[in-house]
Every structure is written in structure tokens, then in C-alpha cells.
């Protein structure tokens, strides 16, 4: 059974950085796609970065540039370092896999981590 454990989050101001982790349970982790999807209020969520098992990465548009994924394989983690900030980054951050883990009751979801950009 997968579980998903976000940290990182916080207040920062317009400019800032902030590094997000997740670390991920489950015996597929090193041969699955990973992504950090973000969920801005009154938004739908949406995949902001993908790194697959090979260390590919893909970013939306919004990000490039200023956001970077990584992974540790051995420590089963993955990594957002979040440069330059600006308010329109604000949203809960989620990690999974790139499509999502699946459950019997459809996706699974972590709790995700709470990222405010504001002065």
C-alpha cells in the first residue's frame, strides 16, 4: 500500500524560495513517473512538474525556470526547490506518481503541504 508524506511548505515572501519533500512508500517508487501537483483555492489541481524513472523532467509553463524536481532513490524522496516565488504560486502542493496512485476508491492523495507567497 502506497503512502505519501509532504513537508516543506510555509509563508515566504514574493522572491523567496522553499524547498518541498515527499517521501513516498511502495515497492514501485524507482520504476514510477513522480510529479508535484499544486491546488491554487477555487482551482482545479494541476501537475506543475514530472520527473520520470529515468530523471526526465517536464515543467508547465508557469514554472519554468524557477522550479526544479529532482529525486533520491535510495531515500525514496522527491524534491521541489522553489525559486523565486511570486503570489500566484500559492496552493497546496502534492507529490504522486505521474498518473496518480490508484486505490479502490479511486485516487490517492496525500495531505499535501500549504505554500502562501505573500509580503
Known amino acids: 500500500q502506497v503512502q505519501v508524506v509532504e513537508s516543506g511548505g510555509g509563508l515566504v515572501q514574493p522572491g523567496g524560495s522553499l524547498r518541498l519533500s515527499c517521501v513516498v512508500s511502495?515497492?514501485?517508487?524507482?520504476?514510477?513517473?513522480m510529479g508535484w501537483y499544486r491546488q491554487a483555492p477555487g482551482k482545479q489541481r494541476e501537475l506543475v512538474a514530472q520527473?520520470?524513472?529515468?530523471?526526465?523532467?517536464i515543467y508547465v509553463d508557469s514554472v519554468k525556470g524557477r522550479f526544479t524536481i529532482s529525486r533520491d532513490y535510495a531515500k525514496r524522496t522527491v524534491y521541489l526547490q522553489m525559486n523565486s516565488l511570486k503570489p500566484e504560486d500559492t496552493a497546496v502542493y502534492f507529490c504522486?506518481?505521474?498518473?496518480?496512485?490508484?486505490?479502490?476508491?479511486?485516487?490517492?492523495w496525500g495531505q499535501g503541504t500549504q505554500v502562501t507567497v505573500s509580503s
Open positions: 511502495g515497492r514501485t517508487f524507482s520504476i514510477s513517473d
Open positions: 504522486n506518481r505521474s498518473p496518480p496512485y490508484r486505490t479502490v476508491s479511486g485516487d490517492y
Open positions: 520527473i520520470t524513472s529515468v530523471g526526465s523532467t
